[in-house]
DNA sequence: TCAATTATTTTTGTATACAAAATTGAAGCG
DNA sequence: CGCTTCAATTTTGTATACAAAAATAATTGA
């Protein structure tokens, strides 16, 4: 067989951006201990270290955290190594609009074409989410609730905008870790309770506007004023003295 | 210094993902190659062949695979390797989806805030992508067709969505390779340059309108019938005979 | 004492050697 | 002649050794 495009190629056999399984479970693990705020952003991430960790060689280390780079919540600074992201204001607001494009298109579309479907699968859901909150466990509540939006593009069988989304959310997470104020409930759960009452209804526009106005909510209650400590003309502040 | 956070970190100097610039520089060499359509989809990328000829080791040349497996447009089979990518027909149906929902979000930001500043830009993009077709470098054509949608990201200011965009229209230029029908002129020019129009004439509502058309038309004109050669069953076609 | 310079150590970047898996080609059997 | 089985070859996956760069510590001279 010397023809270039193979069966196999085809058949799209996808087995996770890594290749073996035990990669993906190591990039999970780390994954979900950043997006969980175990790991804060502008932590370093030391490739001899994550080798003890997880017991392997640096080859493979290297490989998960190039990965994560390109999910954004591990920057890459050649020579210096790799540092869970630290997403700058500009970056945040830029998240949640592109995050009120997407979404509200998926929940328009899972409100018009899913809506059976749609009703056990993400009150299912809510409810796992309410009893990890119940149970103290915050960061299973912080991973359930980004799942919750991910289930909008399973909903509406769009995989490319899910990827896109996986992306988005994980990043919301870093960016609610810098810039959140004193008292945050990240997702309030009332507000997915009425959107899925939007959703099984079949009231796409109202569900959509609930979606933009959920994603407003949760962007308003950040901080996320321009001048944030650095950014300072060191000569207009010492000329003072 | 035994803080996390350093002001490098925070300074975020990007350096494209791959560091070294004579690495970005083999990135961007293949990248182009798959995109213009010299490496048609499904084309296996030997590790090994493609060490030769940039003369660099297997491990860089890994990584840069690795960053355009990343990008959608090279698949990676386990311990088979790498392959241009050759999007399936609900990919293809969906990259289109996620572009209209994209661009249209764009140009309508665009007309709305960037009126003075468009014109020049597209006009001279335009103007270059005329000439390169006139001298018969379709390489060079397709290239700046998709660097003029890529545009309404930069005038929109929107890295994130830009980012995303580069790997649809990358995608779309596999699909095309694939899927389009025999006299396919892939954009339009005229139709680039009503966009054009309605942007400087900030009627945002109307430029939207017609950037879904454009990509609209631009999926009717391939051939993203369901049943393709594969997906035969192979018992009912047997046992007619 | 403090700043600048140099030496030392640490950490990342790359090539390469070796192991594991897949492909190819050759026998062997029906 | 076609099909399976097994050996030989090719190709990918990973660890590791070494080079290059950065961070840290020590030294020197005002």
């Keep these: 067989m010397n023809e270039s495009l193979s069966k196999a190629q085809r058949a799209l056999i996808h087995y996770g951006k890594l290749g073996d399984p035990e990669n993906e479970a190591i990039y999970q693990q780390i994954f979900a201990t950043i997006v969980d ?133 994980s990043r919301t997470s870093l960016i609610v870790a810098i810039y959140e104020r004193p008292p945050v409930h990240n997702c309030e759960m009332d507000e997915h309770a009425s959107l899925i009452e939007a959703i099984a209804a079949g009231q796409a526009e109202q569900a959509a506007l609930l979606m933009e106005e959920h994603l407003r909510g949760i962007e308003s209650r950040l901080d996320l004023r321009p001048p944030r400590s650095q950014e300072v003309d060191i000569r207009k502040v010492l000329s003072k003295a």
């Excluded at 500009?90 to 998926?106: G, K, S």
């Excluded at 769009?158 to 988005?168: N, V, Y």
């Design 37 to 169: 705020h175990s790991l804060p952003p502008g932590t370093k991430l030391k490739e001899e270290t994550l080798c003890e960790i997880f017991g392997v060689g640096r080859t493979r280390i290297r490989k998960i955290l190039f990965q994560l780079a390109n999910d954004n919540i591990v920057t890459l600074v050649p020579n210096r190594g790799a540092y869970v992201a630290y997403p700058s204001v500009a970056e945040a607001r830029e998240v949640f609009t592109a995050r009120r494009l997407v979404e509200c298109h998926l929940v328009r579309v899972v409100a018009a074409e899913q809506q059976e479907r749609a009703r056990p699968l993400l009150e299912e859901h809510v409810q796992r989410e309410r009893q990890a909150r119940q149970a103290g466990d915050m960061g299973a509540a912080i991973r359930l609730c980004g799942e919750f939006h991910l289930l909008m593009a399973e909903l509406a069988d769009s995989p490319i905008l899910g990827e896109f989304l996986r992306e988005l959310i």
